[in-house]
């Protein structure tokens, strides 16, 4: 089972990589080696592995999009065994 956030717009005072860790940690993902490997499962998806350490306004408006739209999607259910 997957997580969207429909209305997640990024955080324009951290890096890509910094959004994407703030909400895996907000959603129960404590473990950082389990968070740093997820993410860079999503970057990989949307063709943003090496845009990590942008800052939004560095993203194009898809990128952004893209982004919001796929990459905060996340396995809640798999990860915390619910």
Do not use: C
């Not at 429909?6 to 005072?13: K, S, V």
């Amino acid at each position: 089972m997957g997580i969207v956030f429909q209305d997640f717009q990024l955080l324009i005072d951290r890096t890509v990589y910094d959004n994407l860790y703030f909400v895996l940690h907000a959603t129960g993902w404590n473990e950082k080696t389990d968070a740093n490997k997820r993410i860079r499962e999503v970057l990989e998806k949307v063709d943003l592995e090496t845009r990590d350490l942008k800052m939004p306004h560095q993203l194009s408006g898809v990128n952004s999009k893209e982004l919001s739209s796929h990459g905060i999607a996340e396995r809640s259910r798999e990860h915390t065994g619910g």
